[in-house]
């Protein structure tokens, strides 16, 4: 029998629990001091699949890669619009729970849930996120793009473990079935 794989939420956020500024800014993320990469090559090779919204989708877009960053893994990106698939991506116009059903019952390693923050409460309402690994960056935004929303049910966790990258810590925890 196959182990069902898990849906990981890997994401960084400050202490007032943003994960970006109101204008979609990550600068505040960046003037932080961590080490290395901060734990993400290790987490990178425990997924081949990726799942984000389309805000986050375009966000990666805009930004200066040479080229698309998640080549070698099957990514999926949620929207509410059709869009023609491409040589990187997969658009999802499916019900979140049929679709991950299917995904989880496949073959492979973790799923990736990248961002952003609709797509994960709607994770988050259908019990669909097992674990969360949350690097906390020394920073107090004010306001911003939440992590959680409002509303969100209620979820157990029970902590894994923690790392330290020089100013950042790092949160795993897995959710209580």
């Not at 890997?10 to 204008?23: E, P």
């Not at 116009?93 to 059903?101: E, G, L, R, S, Y």
């Amino acid at each position: 029998m196959n182990q069902r794989r898990n849906t990981v939420l890997f994401i960084a956020s400050s202490l007032d629990g943003y994960i970006a500024t109101k204008d979609e800014s990550l600068e505040w993320l960046f003037k932080v001091e961590g080490e290395g990469d901060n734990g993400f090559a290790e987490f990178y090779e425990t997924v081949d699949t990726l799942l984000m919204g389309k805000r986050t989708y375009d966000w990666v877009m805009k930004q200066d890669f040479e080229e698309f960053p998640y080549k070698n893994k099957e990514c999926y990106v949620f929207t509410r619009s059709s869009y023609e698939d491409t040589e990187n991506v997969k658009f999802v116009k499916d019900d979140v729970n049929n679709f991950m059903n299917k995904l989880k019952n496949k073959d492979g390693n973790n799923i990736w849930v990248v961002g952003g923050g609709e797509l994960l409460n709607s994770f988050m309402q259908k019990d669909l996120v097992d674990e969360f690994i949350i690097t906390i960056a020394p920073t107090i935004i004010g306001n911003g793009i939440p992590l959680f929303k409002e509303g969100n049910r209620q979820l157990d966790l029970s902590l894994k473990g923690t790392k330290k990258f020089n100013q950042f810590i790092e949160l795993h925890y897995e959710v209580k079935k």
